[in-house]
């Protein structure tokens, strides 16, 4: 497949999907010989494509179509009383934006977090190569923000900035904080900083309505998805 661009794809054989059992996923990428800019990442974010590392890509499996991306509008956001709630809890967390570069605390933190909350996933056992090529990429416009509680690292956000907004990579978290909802409130942030710096849209990746750990994202209203190249508001029956 080559866009007109002349940017070439390729996909990959089947494999074990990540979002649902007993399927089979194919996967398509960017041809990663190829020149990547942050600009080109961003027009090909609005045929779906995500960043992991150096890699762009997107799901192409045959007969499936259940991953689709998700935005926010986040000056169109209404937050619940629940996230209300999450958001006063943590107000005594401060947040700061450090270098998008290797630190060994932030590591420490992320592998804390695999191994108690994704060990039956494809991202463990973590490691130092695994984590680098997962999160950072050499061309990518990438901020990472710590949040603080204390003084001590409570959750690490990454998050890329594009044209129109920013589009939410991973966040991490320490597990033993589980009743300050610290997924939650990194997204309430990211919101709120795009909202701040004068942009219109946090992407949040995939949502696969049949995946339970892709429910979270439905709390965050309205949410946009992206069907033939078009953003559309998700219904609440869909």
Same mark, same amino acid.
């Given at each position: 497949?080559?866009?007109?661009?002349?940017?070439? &794809?390729?996909?990959? $054989?089947?494999?074990?999907?990540?979002?649902?059992?007993?399927?089979?996923?194919?996967? %398509?990428?960017? !041809?990663?010989?190829?020149?990547?800019?942050?600009?080109?990442?961003?027009? %090909?974010?609005?045929? *779906?494509?995500?960043?992991?590392?150096?890699?762009?890509?997107? $799901?192409?499996?045959?007969?499936?179509?259940?991953?689709?991306?998700?935005?926010?509008?986040?000056?169109?956001? /209404?937050?619940?009383? @629940?996230?209300?709630?999450?958001?006063?809890?943590? =107000? !005594?967390?401060?947040? /700061?934006?450090?270098?998008?570069?290797?630190? @060994?605390?932030?590591?420490?933190?992320?592998?804390?977090?695999?191994?108690?909350?994704?060990?039956? *996933? !494809?991202?463990?056992?973590?490691?130092?190569?695994?984590?680098?090529? &997962?999160?950072?990429?050499?061309?990518?416009?990438?901020? %990472?923000?710590?949040?603080?509680?204390?003084? #001590?690292?409570?959750?690490?956000?990454?998050?890329?900035?594009?044209?129109? *907004?920013?589009?939410?990579?991973?966040?991490?978290?320490?597990?033993? &904080?589980?009743?300050?909802?610290?997924?939650?409130?990194?997204?309430?942030?990211?919101?709120?900083?795009?909202?701040?710096?004068?942009?219109?849209?946090?992407?949040? *990746?995939?949502?696969? #309505?049949?995946?339970?750990?892709?429910?979270?994202?439905?709390?965050?209203? $309205?949410?946009?998805? %992206?069907?033939?190249? =078009?953003?559309?508001?998700?219904?609440?029956?869909?």
């Amino acid at each position: 497949m080559t866009a007109s661009s002349g940017l070439k &794809f390729f996909s990959t $054989p089947p494999h074990n999907c990540s979002y649902l059992q007993n399927q089979q996923a194919i996967t %398509l990428f960017a !041809d990663p010989e190829a020149t990547m800019t942050n600009m080109l990442y961003y027009q %090909l974010s609005g045929y *779906g494509f995500r960043r992991s590392g150096n890699y762009i890509y997107k $799901p192409q499996c045959v007969g499936c179509n259940a991953c689709l991306s998700v935005r926010i509008p986040v000056n169109q956001f /209404k937050i619940t009383r @629940q996230q209300q709630r999450v958001w006063k809890k943590n =107000q !005594d967390i401060s947040v /700061k934006r450090v270098a998008a570069t290797y630190y @060994q605390h932030h590591y420490e933190l992320y592998v804390r977090y695999i191994k108690e909350r994704h060990a039956d *996933g !494809d991202m463990y056992p973590p490691s130092v190569a695994q984590y680098l090529s &997962f999160l950072f990429s050499d061309w990518s416009d990438t901020h %990472l923000y710590e949040f603080l509680l204390d003084g #001590k690292l409570v959750a690490v956000a990454v998050c890329d900035v594009l044209k129109n *907004g920013l589009s939410a990579v991973y966040t991490f978290y320490d597990p033993s &904080f589980e009743s300050r909802s610290l997924g939650t409130y990194a997204i309430l942030w990211e919101i709120f900083c795009t909202q701040k710096i004068g942009m219109d849209f946090l992407y949040l *990746g995939y949502w696969v #309505k049949n995946s339970p750990k892709m429910a979270y994202k439905r709390n965050f209203k $309205p949410l946009e998805i %992206l069907i033939e190249q =078009q953003w559309r508001p998700l219904i609440d029956d869909e």
